[in-house]
């Protein structure tokens, strides 16, 4: 009798654990447990259940769209470069007479071309190289760097064999900084070295200092690393020392530091742009605090101490913002965003995302 109850026991035991099997079959065909209602006695053609994939987490589509987006940087870092190129651009002697008798300029190549080419008629030369000048500014606004270098070429021979000693060290200055952003770099070097030289001939100091600061960019880019940190440190530093030029030092701090991040040396550039920052605070140089904020964020970021870029990318975006400078907003949201992917801060990573999207679209 005992033999007996076991056996049932076991046979009930075997038929309910084939009825939990059963039952669990959803979790074999949709191990997500996605799909719960289907037909398991189904026998006709195709699977008994389409299993679906699960639906993307927030993070997992955050990780990708960083992802997309990480070779774009190159293009934020060379808008910067452009943003600057258009900030150095130096006027002529004339630039205001010409704002008052010109404008609103030509608005098409042809009218340019006419306009100079009838003051040149006339021996208007200054006049002519005045608005020579201005009209390869209007082509760099319009992204045109080639043909900008095409006009200032044009502009410097006009002033070749004239007295306007000052207004060609401007265009030369101006066309070696062209030839620079487009990565013509002998060209940059050469007539660089002509404009120090007219520099250091007139006694100008603050002329030469500039010049040795842009010296040093070339030579940096040329990878000649050594001569180009010595153009500054030893040379251009004590012109703005002797000068009393706060400004062109704390704009050389800029250059210098930039040089070293060029080099990865991210402890001396940091070293350098906390100098600059602390002249700039000093001197209540508003238009500088920006992007040395940011350049000390950024190698803060390389260097992977993140919450400490964190905090100084803030504040350089709190004033960008005040200066309303968007491609240094794009640039500063690019890098916040990832921060946040890196600790973990998604939701704060998704609106960097969203204003960096809103920024990129409007820039480019």
């Not at 940087?73 to 651009?89: K, M, T, V």
């Not at 530093?237 to 706060?246: C, G, H, R, S, V």
């Not at 965003?337 to 600790?343: L, N, V």
Request: aromatic share 10%; hydrophobic share 40%; charged share 25%.
């Amino acid at each position: 009798m005992f033999n007996k109850v076991r056996v049932l026991l076991v046979c009930g035991l075997i038929i309910l654990m084939n009825g939990l099997k059963a039952q669990s079959g959803a979790e074999e065909l949709d191990p997500a447990g996605f799909v719960t209602k289907y037909n398991a006695e189904f026998k006709g053609i195709g699977p008994r259940v389409y299993v679906l994939p699960a639906p993307r987490t927030k993070q997992e589509v955050l990780v990708d769209s960083y992802k997309e987006k990480t070779n774009f940087y190159d293009s934020i870092a060379r808008q910067l470069d452009y943003q600057n190129l258009l900030e150095e651009f130096q006027l002529t002697s004339n630039a205001a007479f010409l704002r008052q008798q010109f404008q609103p300029y030509p608005s098409s190549p042809e009218k340019w071309t006419e306009l100079i080419n009838a003051l040149k008629k006339n021996n208007n030369m200054q006049l002519a190289l005045g608005l020579t000048n201005q009209y390869a500014l209007e082509t760099i606004k319009q992204k045109d760097i080639k043909k900008a270098i095409s006009i200032l070429e044009d502009a410097l021979a006009l002033v070749q064999n004239t007295a306007f000693r000052d207004d060609a060290s401007v265009v030369q200055f101006n066309l070696s900084n062209a030839h620079l952003y487009q990565g013509s770099y002998a060209h940059a070097d050469a007539l660089q070295e002509q404009y120090l030289q007219r520099a250091v001939n007139d006694k100008s100091n603050i002329d030469q200092a500039n010049s040795l600061v842009r010296v040093a960019l070339i030579r940096a880019y040329q990878k000649e690393y050594q001569a180009a940190e010595n153009s500054i440190i030893r040379r251009a530093i004590p012109l703005y020392n002797k000068m009393k030029d706060a400004q062109g030092k704390t704009k050389a701090w800029i250059q210098l530091a930039k040089i070293y991040q060029i080099q990865n040396k991210h402890t001396q550039a940091q070293w350098f742009l906390i100098q600059a920052r602390e002249l700039a605070r000093s001197r209540d140089f508003k238009t500088d605090l920006p992007e040395i904020e940011y350049m000390l964020g950024y190698s803060k970021f390389i260097q992977q101490n993140y919450r400490i870029a964190k905090s100084e990318l803030e504040h350089a975006k709190t004033l960008a913002d005040q200066e309303n400078n968007k491609v240094l907003q794009l640039a500063i949201h690019d890098k916040l965003g990832e921060i946040d992917m890196i600790m973990g801060n998604y939701d704060d990573a998704a609106e960097h995302l969203s204003q960096y999207w809103r920024l990129r679209r409007e820039l480019f």
